[in-house]
């Protein structure tokens, strides 16, 4: 399909199914917003070109703080935590190396965790929650309308299927077919060329447990799969050959004792790779009923581990909107503030993280001068310091507020002890709105819908009443007693008026 109905290929084609939403792509992003759907009552399909089997050859390897939080309220985080190891530094270059015990959060540290075995957990729940998953099976084409997505898709055996959904996620990588079908060009540039991957054994345990440092003209990173073997991802100036050119052990080995002093006794590599890291980002998020999501959407260089933890936030964001549009709770207007709330952070990343490995690999006397500067500054504990660990940990972003809105509207509502002895994570993990009152003050109104809301007071003497979001945002809130009509609009106002559930189509 190019554009047009009908099946330009000649292949046999069976008859058409329609679901509720098909999610292409079944990396960390996809996985968890087909998840979220399903755990919604929602009917979504995955399709998914690779074979069933989740790959060992993991891009990323490091779970922020703001992530931890959103897979907490899945009830995920527990599991993960306790297959990962935790660091409680993040180090960028240098002798820039940033404390996170400091942080406003349950889970105040990195967790060093191979991406597969993320995919493997959210894939779990996608499952149990009665996601349908289509592997072997590639994205041939679509066509919206104003009703909804015709999707082609074509199996292992070249037989083409027609899939009618309500709405399309890209959420298949950088070369994404959701993308190029839908016209959206994917501005950027190749940031550092001839990059070098490998999976190796090591004679030598490295003394951390990430291992990170640019020196001169070269730049190499270790991290660990827990079954022996370690990722090794390496850069060197001097050495820019196209991606295609052949790789060996040797090579990788130069390049890390070059930029670590030794390369660990690197031996028994099982596999090898050569890419270069981009940076760009889509200009729209949302074509009429199609979105992007994680590197569909944005893509950067590595420094920081932000991309895996960019991803899942963006289907964080996208997935209870897309459930509250469905349902008929919510008008199909909400699901425009995906742009408005995701891409100015898409933007933010690909900043940060080109910033961070342009210090790293600086070479001209005024931009190391630069580098020094940055690393006396974000040494202390000042201001600068916890806006960087911030931003790149995720929990630092708020979104766009409504004029006039109480200061709290858009931020992050940190896991909070509720008066029932929970905490607001485990409030969230039905995927409802949260109310949240004072212990003391006047009992809410019954809310319009129920099954939306979860009710519950502060364990603290707190007199704000807030509405926080499924996905942890706060969506409104008031530090004087609500009138019951004032709490009652704002409740219908986000989670939709009393009438029936408009029918998928």
Known sequence: MTGTDGNPHGDPTDTVHSTGVIVVGSGPTGLLLAGDLAAAGLPVTVLEKRPRKISNLSRAFVLHARTLEQLDARGLADELEATGRPLDRLRLFGRLSLGLTDLPTRFNHLLVLPQYEVEKALARRAVEAGAEFRYDTEMAGLVQDADGVTVETRGPDGRTQTLRAAYVVGADGMRSAVRAAIGLPFPGKSVIRSVVLADVRLAEEPEELLTVDAVGDAFAF?????????????????HDVPDTEPLDL????????????????MHDARWMSRFHSDERQAPAYRVGRVFLAGDAAHVHTPAGGQGMNTGLQDAANLSWKLAAVLAGHADAGLLDTYQAERHPV??????????????AMA?????????????????DFGPARRKVIAQITGIGYRYPAPRGAHPLTGTRVPDVRLADGTRLHEALRGGRFVLITPAHGPSAPTPPHPDRLTTAHWASPRRTTLLVRPDGYAAWATDTTPTPDTLRSALTTHLGAPAPARQLH
Do not use: C, N, Q
Request: proline share 3%.
């Open 222 to 238: 270790l991290a660990p799969f827990g079954d022996g073997y370690h990722r090794v991802i390496g850069w060197h100036r001097g």
């Open 250 to 265: 040797a090579e990788i080995k130069e390049i890390t004792r070059l930029a670590l002093g030794r390369d660990y006794g």
């Open 346 to 359: 898409g933007r933010a990343v690909l900043r940060s993280s080109g910033g961070l490995v342009r210090l």
């Open 363 to 379: 070479k001209r006397p005024w931009s190391r001068a630069a580098r020094a500067a940055l690393t006396g500054l974000l040494s």
